[in-house]
């Protein structure tokens, strides 16, 4: 199983807005200045030590090596990065139609979390599962957790 999160209001949040993990000591508070949103870092774990693939899907053009090395900073491992310019390679090369901004099911991602609505909009256009969070709720991982595990069960009853 693959598990894939966007970054921008979903994983990084505002701390004025949102409850967000401590940040990260010195010097690495002053290279990756983004906060993560509180949970983010229980959730990843619980998605690694499940065995499920953990990717971030993301329509910014910061670079996987930043990416990696931000969370790396807060021990999580990711299996994969699709960063815009990944995205844009890959997805909407060759396409003379437009594409939707994150097209999972290219990469046969199971779940991606995203805080866009136009997402979970294209997810249904175009046949890939979006799980939608917004603003400040103590229970998104549990949310997210417990999505994983329908999915999941879901898929071993298919294999029957």
């Known amino acids: 199983m693959k598990v894939s999160f966007d970054l921008d209001d979903t994983l990084f949040v505002s701390e004025k807005k949102f409850k967000v993990e401590p ?3 010195f010097p690495w ?13 229980d959730l990843m774990n619980y998605i690694r030590n499940a065995g499920i693939e953990l990717w971030i899907y993301t ?7 930043y990416i990696r090395g931000l969370f790396r900073r807060y021990g999580i491992k990711l299996d994969e990065v699709v960063n815009g310019k990944r995205h844009a390679d890959e ?4 396409h003379l139609e437009g594409m939707p901004s994150k097209y999972p099911s290219k990469y046969r991602i199971d779940l991606h979390i995203d805080d ?9 256009t175009y046949g890939f599962k979006v799980f939608t969070v917004g603003a400040q709720d103590d229970e998104w991982a549990n949310k997210i957790i417990s999505e994983i595990d329908k999915i999941m069960t879901r898929k071993k009853e298919e294999k029957r």
Do not use: W
């Open 29 to 41: 508070n002053h290279i990756y200045k983004e906060r993560l949103r509180a949970g983010t870092i």
């Open 116 to 124: 866009d609505i136009s997402v979970a909009q294209n997810g249904r």
């Open 59 to 65: 329509t910014s053009f910061r670079s996987e090596k």
């Open 91 to 94: 997805v909407q090369k060759g």
């Open 23 to 25: 940040a990260l000591s």
